[in-house]
Each structure stands twice: as structure tokens, then as C-alpha cells.
């Protein structure tokens, strides 16, 4: 067996553990089930229009109807011309979902250990407990793909950075490239934001680090050759960027024009979200310990809870049926279980009793820039993650880091925290294993560790009895209880809480007992290093594994069929689909935060992280304050609502304004806020409004409509729509779709014409008298012109890799002459 192949072997070994590991947790996959992630089906409701229409015409189409009155599908699965960085994700990802995104955890940080020269073994066993970190499986369970994605790739691009940094400048300037063009492809912009936070302070940490070696041109050059890097993987990945940028403006990530609230007090005028929405998901200070007490605080939303539960038992001794009894417990008590400051949550960022452990004795073992980094990196995470539990420097960030008010669930930065952590647990191993570090300090380490992680437990566990176990939901439920007659069941379910809450102390308890015993022995050798290798990877898998099962199994799959179509049609929905006009419906039961209506219809709601702005705004302005002609100039035709029965119907509006109309008055106001006002008693149908700051070339103007005027919607694409409008006088047309000002052309009789913004959010276009076909083209620049920049970066990037590739080579063949 040549060296060659000796070095490659344990890496290829590793990677088919790698594989086997994420098929097995993931076993389901194997038999053809998909797992039922929730946000995945929202996703599916939102995009159904546009995969249909991909399908029939193999055209992409940027535009869907389905969702929010109309928006682009650039956040919505849209494929570019020449997206080359996606292809090569796609060979990287060749696992069935979700097992690809937990492969990709697993192949990254075991790459970035690696280049930390790090030994494979405990890269390997590293990597596990990186992959099985609570919150990376959670995040998968609820479908939050893009997330997984983008963090799957957080280790690649660092460690091309630190590979740059260690001279091995054309090494880490393509990795950095093509490992950044792959991050920022995952499109999770949020993810990628954060990681960029953690570059900055490895960036500050090693610009200190040369400072005092007096390497400051070194560490300038590096960076010179990184912002290359990654200037090229943003070129790669233009079009997607151009076109998010170019909707997020109009979105609710953008800022808003109105200066007041729908209550009429003042409203706070930012760039981006507000802080009550950034930080309404805030980590509660001392919930930041289950970090390594993973139901310290009651675990997440849906616990598992059985007959030997105190809520159970307390419904017996009541007279209720065991059956019944079991069914409060399983679907209703499990819920309550979470007892922290968030809303809610689907479970704890739990990292590993054993790693946390391990972390703590690398803040005694390891030396060096890496060591700073990766705690500054970590604490960094944690103290944003409390939000408004921390205003200070929550307020200071959404005020003055740029971009930072873009985003929120601002909990999810945590996601650098449990990379930093298990980054600093196995390098504490690799000090734990060296010759090098004297047996005094391994034995230090050691005691401090335990003492600060057992005494931490014993410390919670004595004080147990101080806490209430309440949650802020707690008094709603408890007056449902009362009203029940079961006084006393609300006690009985802090109970279970407390009951939770002493079970992961003493299971936390014992992981780290075991873990310190494992070092002892290894340090007084009477235990092999191969033997502890094992021993703590079974240990990681044991502590992890066991509590990501309560949250993600084998349960969380379903058939393929059914994920595929995954909302059945109602009898509302097939009454519905009767109507074969063109119409929008509006689901009171999902408002606009739910896209099974999306799936079969022209919804006014819909599923996104960032839904267009003007129509969110005539929601909470205007449709909440059961505004009708703002749902007729929508032409929303059926509003699903209960009966008195409860019972869903489709209550059908005759009052629909239509596809298109035309108005024989057109009145300007000042601004944003007068024109939201003035709908308050706008006659929609005869009337329109806009706003002349923002269109200063537009008139007031009357205009003669008789019985004969007429416009009709004549054909429909999504991307394309045809009217045609006869009018014995020139007219002012309205049309019942969203404005937005980028991607569509306007013709009329193939002449191109130009439509401007009314009532706050339609489009509206003068049309001269006679028949005329009109049609709405939504072909937008943004695409072409992203796709020609992402052509030609491709083309370099690929050239920069046949360089680099051709330069290794002749050096090497050098040195062997």
C-alpha cells in the first residue's frame, strides 16, 4: 500500500461513516418517505402555481398570483440561467433530503478540524457531535432547509480562511471562493450574515495577533486575497442577489413609507423590521443553560408526556376516563412543558452535556489566537441571542451595525455558538491526548471543568425549589382549567416541568461524570487513546442522539404521496374551484400567514419570511378593520369563514371589483400615510388615489365611464397577462394586481405604455378610447443582467481553479527534480 493511499484511506473511511450515519438516523429515507417538515409544506402551498406553470411550459416565470395578491418567486425555488455553484451543490448534497443537509454538517466541520491539524480520529468524532447538535437536527424536523443549508457550509468557508491566513494563500483563496459561493447559494441570507460576524472577529483577533508579531503585511495581503475570494463568489451567485436585494426593498424587510400606526399613534421609522419584531423570539438569560441541561426549562412545545406523569395522574384522581385522560396528556399538557421567556419554541439549543464539559477544560488547555477567537465568537452569539433581554447591546446593534435590523429570530445567531463550542471541545481533546502538555495542567483543567460544570448542577438542582415553573400562557390555560372544574390541574403540569427539569440535571450529571472519568484514566494512562477516542464518540452519540430522537424520528416521515400534495382539497375548496373566473380568496382562518389557500387558489394570504410590504400594511391598516372595498379593489370574490356552527364556508362576494375596471376619478394625495387614509371610505370602484410625491408626472383627471366602457382579462399567465378594453372615451383602468415598480412592461396594441401606483398598491394605466389589447409582460432586467455577471465569474472561477490546479502540479514536479 503506497503513503498515498495510506492518507486517503482513513478520510475515505470516514466519509462513508459520514454517509451511514445520516442515512440511519434518517432510516425512513430509505424506504422512499420524505420526512414532514411544516415550513417545507408552507413552501409547497406558496410555490405551487409556479412549479405548475414550469412544468406545462418548461418556462420560469419570477411571477406567482397564488400568494399575497402577487409577488415574485425570486424567495420561492426561481431557477437562473447559468447558476453553475447550484449544480455543484447538488453533486455535494447527494443524499435524500434530509440526509443531505446532515452529511453536509458532518463533511464540513470534519474538513475544518482537519485543517486545524487536528488528528482524523477525533475530527471525526467531532464532527458527529457537531452534526447531532440539537437545534442543527430541530431545524431540520420544521423544515428550515435554507438554514441548514447555509450553516452546512459555515466550517468550509472558515476554513479556507485560516488556510489563507497560514500562507497557503491559492489553497485558501479557492476554497474561500468556491466555499463562499456555495454558502451564499443556500440562500439563507440571515445565516450567511451571522457567519460573517464570526469572520469579523476572527478578523480583529488575528489583525491583533500580527500587531504584536509585527505581521501586518502578511495578515493586509491575506485579507486583500480573501475580499477576492469572496468578491468572486458573490459575482457567481448575482443573479439571485440582485434580485433579492431588488425585492426586499419592496418588502417587509424594507422600509416603510407610513409614519404612523393602525392605531394612529406614531409609528417608529426604520430601515428595516422593528425592534418589537426582531426580538419577539429573545433566549431567555438563564435558559441560555440548556446549552447542557437540555429540558431545563421544559425542552420545546411538544414533549413527550406518559401515564406516569403528574398531569395524568391528577385527571384520574379527578374521574376522568384513563383514555381521555391520556389524550389531554399526549396532545394538549405535552405542549405546556416550556417554561421559558420565548413564546415558544420547538426545542433546546442543546449542545452536549460532554462537549460543554470538554469546551470548558479548552478554555484552560488551549493556547492562542484560535482559543480567543472562537470564545470571543461564542460569547459574541450568546449575548445577541438574548435580545431584548439584553437591550443594551440589542439596541445598540439594530441602531448602528449596518444591517442587523434586516432579520429576525434573532435566537438563531446561536447557530455560531454551537460551532464555536464543539470547535473548542475537540481541541481540548487534541491538548487532552499531546505528550506535549504537562500532566499538572491536563489534571488542573480537569478539576476546575468538573467542578464548574458539577457544581453548576448541584447549584440548580438545590434551587429548584425557588422557581415557579410558570410560563406567560400559564393564567389563559389556567382559567380554561378552572372553567373545567380541574383547579389543581395547572399545578400538577408545573409539576411535570419541575419533574423535567430534575431528569436532565441528573442525566447532564452523570454524561459529564463519565466524561471525567474518561480523562482521568486517560491521563493516568490507564486507558489507550484509541479506547477514549471510541469511548467518547459513543458518549456524544449517546448524549445527543438520545435527546435530538425526542424531536426528530422516525415518526416525522411520511410517504412521498403525501408530501407531495400535501393539502387535500376541502369541500370549500372544491365549491371553490367550481368558479372558473379569475378571482382571489381570502381564508380568514390563515389570515395571511398560511398558504394551503395558495395551493388551489389566487390567495390574498400566504406563507414568507418577508411578505410584500403595501400588502401587509393594507392588511393591518385596512382588511383587520373590516375594510370591504379594499378586499373588493383585490377582487377577492370567496372569504372563507366559520358559520355559526363553526363549520368553514365559502361566503362569496358580489361586490368583487374584478380583474380591471374603469374609474372616472383620479385624486392626488400628499404622501404614504394620506393615501392609506383616504381608503378608509374610498368608493374603490369609481375612485382612485395616488400619491404624487412618489408620481409627480401623474395628474388629478375625471374621466367619462358609461355602460359601454369595459375591460376584461382576456388570457393569464402568471408572468403574463392579456386584457382587452373597449371605451367610447379615453379611461383610467385599475387593475386588482400588485404594483411593483421592477420586471413588468406594459403595451398597449404592442406600443409600450407606462402604468403607475394607486390606491396605495393596484397598478392603474391610461388607456384611449376605443378596443385596445393591453398586456402586462413580467420580464425582469434584474435576471438578465444578474445571469451575465454570474456567466462570467463561473467562466473565471473555473479558470482560477485550472491555474491553481496547474501551479500545484509544476511546483511539485519542481521540488521532485
Partial sequence: MTNQLKRILPHFVVFLVFILTSLIYFSPVLQGKQIFQSDIVQYIGMSKERNDFKEQTGEESYWTNSAFGGMPTYQLGANYPHNYIKKIDKVIRFLPRPADYLFLYFIGFYVLILVLKVDWKLAGIGALAFGFSTYLIIILGVGHNAKAHAVGYFAFVLAGIILAFRKKYLLGFLVTAFAMALEINANHFQMTYYLLLLVLVLGIVYLIDSFKKKQLPHFFKTVGILAVAVILAVATNATNLLATQEYAKWSTRGKSELTFNPNGSAKEITSGLDKEYITSYSYGIFESLNLFVPRLLGGGNDETLGNNSNSYEYLVRQGVPPAQAQDFVQNQASHMMYWGDQPGTAGPAYVGAVIFFLFLMSLFLVKGKLKWWLVAGATMSLLLSWGHNFNALTNAMIDYFPLYNKFRAITSIQVIL????????????????????????????????????????????????????????????????????????????????????????????????????????????????????????????????????????????????????????????????????????????????????????????????????????????????????????????????????????????????????????????????????????????????????????????????????????????????????????????????????????????????????????????????????????????????????????????????????????????????
Wanted: aromatic letters at 12%; one cysteine or more.
Fill in 418 to 817: 454551537e460551532l464555536c463550542l464543539p470547535i473548542l471541545a475537540i481541541l481540548a481533546l487534541k491538548e487532552i491526548f499531546s505528550k506535549e502538555v504537562l500532566t499538572s495542567e491536563k489534571i488542573k483543567a480537569l478539576k476546575w471543568s468538573g467542578v464548574i460544570a458539577g457544581g453548576t448542577i448541584v447549584a440548580l438542582f438545590l434551587l429548584k425549589g425557588t422557581f415557579d415553573f410558570s410560563h406567560a400562557n400559564d393564567a389563559y390555560y389556567r382559567q380554561q382549567f378552572d372553567q373545567m372544574g380541574l383547579n389543581q390541574l395547572m399545578s400538577s403540569i408545573k409539576n411535570d416541568r419541575m419533574a423535567l427539569y430534575t431528569k436532565d440535571l441528573f442525566r447532564s450529571f452523570i454524561l459529564i461524570a463519565i466524561a471525567v472519568g474518561i480523562v482521568w484514566f486517560l491521563i493516568k494512562q490507564k486507558i489507550k487513546a484509541t479506547y477514549a477516542i471510541v469511548a467518547f464518540g459513543v458518549l456524544f452519540l449517546v448524549d445527543l442522539v438520545g435527546v435530538d430522537r425526542q424531536y426528530v424520528n422516525n415518526d416525522d416521515f411520511v410517504s412521498a404521496r403525501v408530501l407531495n400534495k400535501p393539502f387535500v382539497a376541502s369541500d370549500v375548496d372544491k365549491q371553490i374551484l367550481e368558479d372558473k373566473g379569475y378571482y382571489r380568496v381570502f381564508n380568514t382562518q390563515e389570515s395571511i400567514n398560511g398558504a394551503s389557500t395558495s395551493y388551489y387558489h389566487k390567495s390574498l394570504g400566504g406563507y414568507h419570511a418577508a411578505k410584500p410590504k403595501r400588502l401587509q400594511d393594507l392588511f393591518e391598516y385596512q382588511i383587520a378593520n373590516n375594510n370591504v372595498g379594499v378586499l373588493n379593489m383585490l377582487n377577492v370574490k370567496y372569504i372563507i369563514r366559520p358559520n355559526e356552527k363553526g363549520a368553514l364556508y365559502p361566503a362569496e362576494n358580489p361586490y368583487a371589483n374584478g380583474p380591471a375596471w374603469f374609474v372616472s376619478t383620479l385624486k392626488s394625495v400628499e404622501n404614504a400615510d394620506t393615501e392609506m387614509k383616504a381608503l378608509n371610505d374610498l368608493d374603490v370602484k369609481s375612485t382612485a388615489v395616488f400619491n404624487k410625491t412618489a408620481f409627480e408626472h401623474i395628474s388629478e383627471n375625471t374621466f367619462m365611464v358609461d355602460s359601454t366602457s369595459s375591460i376584461r382579462l382576456k388570457n393569464y399567465q402568471p408572468n403574463k397577462l392579456t386584457y382587452e378594453s373597449s371605451n367610447s372615451h379615453n379611461g383610467l383602468a385599475v387593475f386588482s394586481e400588485m404594483y411593483y415598480p421592477h420586471g413588468w412592461k406594459v403595451t398597449i396594441d404592442g406600443k409600450e405604455a407606462t402604468e403607475f401606483r394607486v390606491n396605495y398598491a393596484l397598478r392603474a394605466l391610461e388607456i384611449p378610447s376605443g378596443t385596445h389589447t393591453i398586456v402586462f409582460n413580467f420580464d425582469p432586467e434584474v435576471v438578465k443582467t444578474g445571469s451575465s455577471i454570474s456567466l462570467a465569474s463561473n467562466i473565471l472561477l473555473l479558470l482560477c481553479l485550472i491555474g491553481g490546479i496547474f501551479y500545484q502540479f509544476r511546483n511539485k514536479r519542481e521540488v521532485e527534480a
